[in-house]
Each structure stands twice: as C-alpha cells, then as structure tokens.
C-alpha cells in the first residue's frame, strides 16, 4: 500500500535558520504530494502541493520538488521565522482517493 | 465562502460514554472524508463518503464507530462506547465532485479526550 515516512521532531531552528523536513513516499504510479501545516489552535491547511515529477511546489517561502527517482518530496525554507512554528505533515494522494500522511514534524523556532 | 466546520471543538467523556462529532463540509462538496490522529502518530483515514453512500470505510477501526451522513449534507461520527484508545484528533475534509479539483480542504478538527 501507500505510505510516507518523514523525519519525526521536534525540531528546534533558531530564527533565519536554513529549514529542511524530510519527506520519502511509496505508492505506485503517480500521486500527488502535498505538505501540510497544523499551527497551534487551529486546523490542518494546505502549504503546498507537487502532481507530477520535476514540480516544484512553493507557497509562504517554502518550498518542495517532487522527485521521482529518489521517491521523495522534501520541505525547505531558507530563512525560518518564529510564525513558521508549527507542526508539517508530508501526504500523497492518488486521484480522488484518501490522503495518506506521514507522522508529522514539530517544527519550533525561537528567537 | 465558508470553510469546513466541525462540532465540538473538545471533547472530554468518560470510558464507556458515548460521543458525537459533526462535520458541516464546504457547500457543493460531494466528497466528505474523516481522518484521526492519534497522539504523536500519523494522520488515518477513517471513511470517505460520496453524497450520502459510503465510498470507502476501509479504515474505521471496529463496530464502534458508526458515520453517517443523512441527505447529503453534514456528517456525523459516533462512537459509542468510547475506550481509552480512541482518544485523539478527528479531522474531516471535503472535496469537489470527482472531475473537478481534487484538493481536500480541511476542518479544525475535534479533539476527543476519553478518561
């Protein structure tokens, strides 16, 4: 079956750290992969998404490439801020199917 | 446009009680999913609905648990009786028809306690 493994936290970064989450996936054929972010109090939205290998997907300064021969979706952000707090979830998703999660890494940055 | 809604945001009950979550999903959305967290482990699906038909309840964990989603619309969760281990965040997600884009959007989740 699918399944997505990811570093497992906490990970502690000072401000303007250099940030990277780990992210290798197994599925057949072609998901999509998506990285999601659950801030303190609050739900589980998307951050970004790659459908197809060689994308790269971008949103609020991160950023993941969706590499195919590797099986892997890793997150990087070049300057962390205290707001990037929060907990990341890797996932993929085949067509209309259920979204498979990783185990999701807490992320704290301090000042 | 309002996004997907869930009721009660806490829940605290004793072993044995019984609970009810409820998912409102993004109007127009066919698809309605639930997934739970348990503490410090990864995000599971539980069931997916299209309308009111159970698509996919490949993931619900034993006879305890019953969903429905009566018209179409919202969707309940109940569990009943709750054990220890069922503590955890329920989350439920809605999506387009199939055909349109596929994205899930998320809710804020209920936090379920069982003491």
């Known amino acids: 079956g699918n399944s997505v493994t990811q570093m497992e936290g906490p990970v502690t970064l000072s401000e303007e750290a250099f940030l990277t989450i780990n992210c290798t996936y197994t599925?057949?054929?072609?998901?999509?992969l998506f990285w999601y972010v659950q801030y303190p109090g609050e739900g589980l939205q998307l951050l970004l998404k790659a459908t197809k290998a060689d994308d790269k997907g971008s949103n609020k300064g991160f950023e993941a490439t969706y590499r195919k021969e590797t099986t892997s979706f890793h997150l990087e952000k070049g300057s962390v801020q205290v707001s990037d707090s929060a907990v990341y979830f890797c996932?993929?998703?085949?067509?209309?199917?259920?979204?498979?999660f990783g185990i999701g890494t807490k992320l704290q940055v301090i000042p | 446009e309002a996004g997907v809604t869930q009721f009660p945001s806490h829940s605290v009950i004793e072993k044995g009680q019984t609970v009810t979550l409820r998912c409102d999903p993004i109007s127009g959305h066919d698809n309605l999913y639930w997934y739970r967290r348990v503490m410090g482990k990864e995000i599971k699906f539980l069931l997916h609905?299209?309308?009111?038909?159970?698509?996919?309840e490949s993931g619900m964990p034993n006879n305890r648990f019953l969903a429905e989603r009566t018209g179409g619309t919202y969707s309940t969760l109940k569990v009943q009786p709750a054990e220890l281990e069922d503590s955890g965040v329920y989350f439920c997600?809605?999506?387009?028809?199939?055909?349109?884009?596929?994205?899930?959007?998320f809710g804020p989740g209920t936090r379920l306690t069982v003491l």
């Open positions: 997600a809605s999506s387009l028809p199939t055909g349109g884009p596929n994205e899930q959007f």
């Open positions: 599925a057949t054929g072609y998901p999509s």
């Open positions: 996932a993929l998703r085949k067509g209309y199917q259920k979204v498979t």
């Open positions: 609905f299209v309308k009111e038909s159970k698509q996919d």
